[in-house]
């Protein structure tokens, strides 16, 4: 076979890989549970997109989130709302999937990561916790202290803590070292001491690779307030649950007990609607034809 | 990859007269596999109007290598094939990059999956093979002396690394981090 015959049968495979990873995705719509009287909104509030440090724009996010069991995401790109205005800007908005995007940024300050949800327009990221919280909060958003471990840890004080609506009780990094759970579990512990009602949030803190949603927020939400109002309310009352990507809740103890069930089976859950056995075909079709594309390109 | 010289030169002497459409053969293939990519790898999985979403967007990629191509490719050069050819066979030095884009997206590295250290020493191949085969390209393909062909491959890196860090930088948020460090 020549080089060009060569080239014609991987773009056929190309086209092939694509078509089967279509009908081994049959995502369908959620409806989010009830527990005791609430509505149960599954989200994710430490989202990066296109264009910024994300793979993927606003609308491809969207449909990843309703696979992952998501009811509602926040963008949270570094001082910035671009993929945000461009998502709005083309109308491509997620009303197709159901997930509700909420906008906001990671407010990138020095010594500290603070996840703003809600807003108009990104908030200045100099000043302390407080100071931008305060900026968060001026524009109707709330404040999520993010990763607030390791290096980020000293800038969380009990000042911060009572400026913040919520903080990160669950997150990837918490499986970064054997002591980082542990870490995460004294941060969340310090932050109610000093704000009883700040609201435990799990997040993904995606960028690519490990799934959105793989560390999620449950939000406790009354039946007639189902929207992104609805959303901010329950987390600035603190009506949160996180879970972690182990299958653990971390929050109020009468809440967690809501959602433990959840927790657990969301964090051994396939994408729904997926058919692994069509999925896995389709990912190595694709890629091999994609080196065989690239190989043939060297030799011609 | 190995060989660019022996492999450029090969590919110099195929009679070829593509058109404007011709050359974008390699970039559509480069496009085609950071869109693949980025969708593999942020997803597990890929279908036609994902790939398709993420293959545009990042689109700017190429576009970029594209533009930094035609910098540095000096026009006297360029015209023994024509610009089509000269900026088709370019792309050809794409390869080890794509290569990596693709071992990313399948290794995924994920909390309790695989470590990232390997992504990162993986990195190191097309950071040392791509100077390799431009350096190869400018002279095989255009006929440029060895220094004048170093010279020019350097300032096609720095432009890359450069019009990079500034993207990333700005991505990431990077003066806030910067002015942490120095804290």
Known sequence: MSGRGIRAAAWVFFAAGLALGAAGDRVAARTPPMRAGYVVLAGDFHVHSFPG????????IAHEAQRRRLDVIGLTNHNAMYSWRLARTLGWMSDATGVLELPGDEVTGVGFHVAAIGLDRPVPWRGSIADVAAAIHAQGGVAIGAHPVEWYRQAFDA?????????????PAMFDTPTSRLEFQEVYLDAVAAHPSIAAIGSSDYHTWAPIGVCRTYLFL????????GVIDAIR???TVACDASGVTHGPAALSTLVQDDCSSDADAPPL???ASVTLASNWVTCLA????????ILD | MVAPDATYAALVREPADISAVGALRRPLVAAV?????????????????????????????????????LAVIPRAAAARLGRAR????????????????????VWGPVLTGHPFKPLWLAALLPIALTPRIIAAFFREVLGLDQRRAAVRTLVHQALTWGLFVAIFGAAVALWPRVLQVLR
């Open chain 1, 273 to 275: 609607g997926e058919i």
């Open chain 1, 237 to 239: 009352a603190g009506r």
């Open chain 2, 33 to 69: 596999v950071i869109g693949s990519g980025m969708a593999l790898s942020s997803t597990q999985h890929v279908t036609p109007a994902l790939v398709l979403s993420t293959t545009v967007m990042w689109s700017f990629v190429v576009m970029l290598q594209v533009a930094i191509a």
């Open chain 1, 159 to 171: 000042t911060a803590y009572r400026a913040l609506d919520g903080i990160e009780a669950a997150h």
């Open chain 2, 86 to 105: 000269t900026l088709d066979l370019f792309f050809a030095s794409h390869a080890p990059w794509s290569l990596w884009v693709l071992f990313a997206a």
């Open chain 1, 222 to 229: 009354p039946a007639g307030n189902v929207d992104g109002e």
């Open chain 1, 290 to 297: 994609l080196v065989t594309l690239v190989l043939g390109g």
């Open chain 1, 53 to 60: 440090d994300g793979a993927l724009p606003p609308w491809d």
